[in-house]
């Protein structure tokens, strides 16, 4: 098996593929199966990859695009730091500086030579996205942050592991900054155990097909890549493509940010230039250039080849230019924290609409445009310790062209699960009184938006801040070629002796006490196409699943169901006619 006729032969390519992925799918196996904290274990906030020795992307495991996209940037900025020469085998490194690794300080990356008779051969790495990490709020994730010292702990690159042992009073000064000091401890042994996962499966590989051709392989792969996706862009139209969109403000202040691309695409070269992108803001939402990059690969991959590898060889046909100073690449100390949640949803946003205008037929309408970020945290009196309660919430996903999107699921930038109800009040002092999907918020099209959810929750600690993180709440998500746009988010809370809820600004974190009810509410995805031309029979289907009521199904698809059947039976000549004149008006 070691004497393959060709690196470049198409089998070989493939099956080196699989190897490889396979090898990264088991480090993430491990990683979440080993974890503390719910955040990994249940909703898999993590990532992993495999890397050459120059710290260039093999292959990734499938968990979250935008972690996926940026960690390479880590993984070279890592090694611009501990050069190959002074790394020994038994060592690993962690990190979190976003103006080192690119993502926000809960986001901790661990990476780990891989050594084989004396000399690195590849690198093992992952991120996980810890429940805390210091700073002036449970999560470290501040809605009102104006600088990076205001959210927590940074981390430099540091040896966090020493001729196979842990180093602990790096440990020690980590954790002692931290609220939730026990989590950190086991997700940090999670991760490095998922790295010698990836250690040992790689080098089973190497003992199998030997460490030149292995080499040979991994660069094979990049360079198909590259070569794939140099011929797809040959059949895309040439020219120049431009888009804005707005953030709804950065949590200081309610102004709207502008985000704008012009993408120009050649046959042999994307280039992506945020120019006219407005400038880094106060509040933390500044998108640092590894995040903005890591938006840009995922929009390019899906739209233009969604069945490539996810490797380098991506990013060697892009030229992408983030100004400096930038909302997406501030200068130092911007606070960057809850860029990852809402500032690259609508740099992926941007892109899509970009690309849209020259091959719609690949594109989604806008999706629910934020991960949409609930935290809260306090001492937990069942267990006399702090708690930190980090989860990412679902929405609608626009619509395309020939498919409805997807109701109450994490789109674009994030691919995390939900933390299950029972999870969530066993281990925190918290009860869920509602959670379900927003009937009526996606789109209507010929192919309509997924649908939001909502989920209410009553705070059963003494004293707790909570951090509510949004957007899409006045700028709703658009639809295409015809769609509407979706409903947009809201949040809500509601005191003990209060009424009735109030509602809240979708970037806020604030006291909460004991029984208030804090509700979020996300928002759906565009349609795709007119309304007009949508199934009649797909109509229905919505009325009696209950997402959309019979007045919307004659006000937005034109659908008329008759008198005296139980209200759902379609009335088709009725219908035709009402088609008819509306589509006379439009």
Request: hydrophobic share 40%.
């Amino acid at each position: 098996m070691k004497n393959f006729q060709s690196e470049e032969d198409p089998i070989v390519i493939e099956v080196m593929r699989n190897a490889f992925q396979s090898v990264a799918e088991e480090m993430g196996v491990a990683l979440v199966r080993t974890a503390l904290s719910t955040n990994i274990k249940d909703r898999r906030d993590c990532s992993t990859g495999i890397y050459t020795e120059e710290g260039e992307l093999v292959a990734q495991a499938e968990h979250i695009p935008l972690h996926l996209g940026l960690m390479p940037a880590v993984v070279k900025s890592v090694l611009e730091h501990f050069p190959a020469d002074n790394l020994r085998e038994g060592e690993a490194i962690i990190i979190n500086d976003p103006y080192i690794s690119g993502s926000h300080l809960p986001d901790v990356c661990v990476i780990t030579p891989v050594f084989y008779q004396g000399e690195i051969i590849a690198i093992a790495a992952n991120l996980a996205h810890h429940v805390d990490m210091g700073g002036i709020s449970p999560g470290s994730m501040s809605a009102t942050a104006t600088e990076i010292f205001q959210e927590g702990i940074r981390i430099p690159p540091l040896k966090i592991l020493k001729s196979g042992k842990i180093n602990k009073d790096i440990m020690d000064l980590i954790s002692h900054n931290v609220r939730t000091s026990g989590e950190f401890w086991g997700d940090i042994y999670a991760q490095l155990a998922a790295n010698n996962v990836g250690a040992g499966r790689f080098l089973e590989l190497v003992q199998k097909y030997g460490a030149q051709n292995i080499k040979k392989h991994m660069e094979a792969l990049i360079k198909y890549t590259e070569r794939r996706l140099r011929e797809r862009l040959k059949i895309l139209p040439c020219g120049v493509y431009s888009f804005c969109d707005y953030l709804e403000g950065d949590g200081i202040k309610e102004e709207k940010i502008k985000i704008e691309v012009q993408l120009k695409i050649r046959r042999d070269l994307l280039k992506v230039d945020f120019t006219g992108t407005a400038d880094q803001v106060e509040g933390p939402v500044n998108c640092t250039r590894p995040v903005a990059l890591a938006c840009v690969f995922f929009v390019v991959k899906s739209v233009v080849d969604p069945c490539i590898p996810s490797n380098e060889g991506i990013s060697r046909l892009l030229e992408v230019i983030t100004p400096e100073g930038s909302l997406v690449n501030p200068r130092f100390p911007a606070a960057v924290a809850n860029a990852n949640i809402n500032t690259a949803q609508r740099v992926a946003d941007v892109i899509l609409g970009a690309f849209a205008q020259a091959v719609p037929e690949r594109v989604t309408a806008a999706s629910t445009g934020s991960m949409s970020l609930f935290t809260i945290g306090g001492i937990d009196t069942r267990k006399e310790k702090y708690y930190s309660y980090v989860e990412t919430y679902g929405g609608g996903q626009g619509a395309k062209v020939d498919q409805d999107g997807m109701d109450g699921i994490h789109t674009n930038m994030t691919n995390t699960r939900n933390a299950p109800v029972e999870v969530m009040e066993r281990e925190y002092p918290l009860r869920v009184e509602k959670y379900s999907l927003r009937p009526g918020t996606g789109g209507a099209g010929k192919f309509r938006g997924g649908m939001g959810l909502r989920r209410e929750i009553t705070v059963l600690g003494e004293k707790s801040i909570v951090s509510l993180n949004t957007e899409r709440k006045k700028i709703l998500p658009w639809g295409l070629n015809g769609g509407k746009r979706a409903k947009g988010s809201l949040c809500l809370i509601q005191a003990p002796g209060d009424l009735a809820p109030r509602e809240l600004a979708s970037k806020v974190t604030q006291k909460v006490y004991f029984g208030t009810k804090i509700t979020l509410c996300t928002a759906g995805g565009g349609g795709f196409g007119n309304p007009l031309e949508r199934d009649p029979l797909s109509v229905r289907e919505d009325v009696l699943n209950g997402l959309v009521t019979k007045e919307k199904a004659r006000e937005d698809y034109g659908v008329v169901f008759k008198k005296g059947s139980g209200g759902l039976e379609i009335d088709f000549e009725a219908t035709a006619e009402l088609r008819e004149r509306k589509m006379k008006k439009t």
